[in-house]
C-alpha cells in the first residue's frame, strides 16, 4: 500500500501543478475586478443574449463536426479494421500522418485551396465555371474543424473495433441474424466506448477552438475560443476572460458527463 503511495507520489504533484494549481488561479482571476476586489459580475455579464449566442454558436459548430466525423470516421475505421495487418498499419499511419505537422500549417494548407486563387477556384476557371466563395464562412470552419480533429474519431472507434471477438460475429450468423443485424446487435453495442471517446476528443477541442474560426472564418463569426483569445490577447482583460474559460470548462465537464452516462447505460444494455 505504501509503495503503491509513493509511485503516485509524482502523478499527484504533478496534477498539482499543472491542473489544480491552473484551474484555481483561473477561478481566482475569475471572481476578481482589475483593481483586486472581490465580484461576480464577470460571470453575471457572460449571461447577456450576445454571449449566451456565441456559447450556443460555439456548440453547435462543434456538434455538428463531431456529428460528421462520428459519420465518416466509424465507416473507416470498420473498413481499416477489417485489411490485412500490414494494409492496415499503412492506413493508419496514413491517417495520422497529417497530425505530425504543425496545426497552424495544416489549416493555412486550407485557405490556399479554398480562397479566391485557390486551387478548386483555379479549376473551376479551367473548367470554364465561375469561381465560388469557399473561405471566410461556416462551411470552411466546419471543414477546417472535421480535417484537423477526424483522426481523434477514427482511433477510438479502430482500437475498440479490432478487439471484439469474431466469434461475437460467428455466433451471431449461426443464430440467422445477418450482416446488418449482426452488426446493429454485436458490433455497433460494443464499440460504444470508443464512439464516445471520439465524440470527447472531437467535440472538446472543436468546442474551444479559435485558429481555426480566425483563419478560415476570417473572424466574420465569433465562437467561444475567439471570445476567450480576443479577451486576453487584445482586450487584455484576464478576468472575464478567465470567467468564460470557467464557463467553458464546466460546459465540456457537463458534456462528457453525457456521453459518458450513455456509455454506462450501453454496457448495461449488452
Request: aromatic share 14%.
Amino acid at each position: 500500500m505504501k509503495k503503491t503511495k509513493v509511485l503516485g507520489l509524482p502523478y499527484g504533484v504533478w496534477m498539482l501543478i499543472f491542473i489544480v494549481f491552473p484551474i484555481f488561479l483561473m477561478f481566482l482571476y475569475a471572481v476578481r475586478t482589475s483593481s483586486g476586489g472581490f465580484t461576480l459580475d464577470n460571470f453575471r455579464n457572460f449571461f447577456s443574449p450576445m454571449y449566451m449566442q456565441i456559447l450556443w454558436d460555439s456548440v453547435y459548430m462543434a456538434g455538428i463536426s463531431t456529428v460528421i466525423c462520428l459519420l465518416l470516421g466509424y465507416p473507416v475505421a470498420m473498413i481499416i479494421s477489417k485489411m490485412p495487418e500490414k494494409s492496415r498499419n499503412l492506413f493508419l499511419v496514413l491517417i495520422i500522418m497529417p497530425t505530425w505537422m504543425n496545426f497552424l500549417l495544416r489549416t493555412y494548407s486550407w485557405m490556399n485551396i479554398l480562397g479566391k486563387n485557390g486551387l478548386i477556384n483555379k479549376l473551376l476557371t479551367l473548367l470554364g465555371m465561375n469561381t465560388m466563395d469557399l473561405l471566410y464562412n461556416n462551411g470552411a470552419v466546419l471543414l477546417g474543424m472535421v480535417y484537423n480533429f477526424l483522426p481523434f474519431m477514427i482511433y477510438p472507434i479502430y482500437s475498440v473495433i479490432i478487439k471484439i471477438n469474431p466469434s461475437y460475429l460467428e455466433a451471431a450468423k449461426d443464430l440467422g441474424a445477418n450482416s446488418v443485424k449482426a452488426f446493429m446487435k454485436v458490433t455497433l453495442p460494443l464499440s460504444v466506448p470508443g464512439i464516445i471517446t471520439g465524440i470527447t476528443m472531437v467535440f472538446m477541442p472543436a468546442v474551444s477552438t479559435f485558429v481555426i474560426s480566425d483563419l478560415l472564418g476570417g473572424g466574420t463569426q465569433m465562437y467561444i475560443g475567439n471570445l476567450i483569445s480576443h479577451q486576453f490577447l487584445q482586450k487584455g482583460d484576464w478576468n472575464f476572460g478567465s470567467a468564460v474559460s470557467f464557463i467553458m470548462m464546466i460546459v465540456i465537464l457537463i458534456v462528457m458527463m453525457i456521453t459518458n452516462k450513455f456509455s454506462k447505460t450501453d454496457k448495461e444494455s449488452v
